[in-house]
């Protein structure tokens, strides 16, 4: 997030938060959520076995 292009857009939000709350956790541009949001399907699918075990874990937690 600290790329030339992308900081003064997306990511100064958050170091613009100088307030030290509970809500600062929250101080983020809404594309940096869905980056985060993201990084996990795009791991599980690009790494085979790590999906098979995702999956395995999301069917034994369902039930």
């Given at each position: ?41 795009i791991m599980v699918f690009a790494m085979p076995y790590i999906r098979s075990l995702f999956l395995f ?7």
């Amino acid at each position: 997030m600290h790329l030339k292009k992308v900081y003064p857009y997306v990511h100064l939000i958050h170091h613009k938060s100088v307030n030290p709350t509970p809500w600062a956790a929250f101080a983020f541009h809404p594309l940096e959520a869905v980056g985060q949001v993201l990084i996990l399907p795009i791991m599980v699918f690009a790494m085979p076995y790590i999906r098979s075990l995702f999956l395995f874990g999301a069917f034994i937690n369902w039930r």
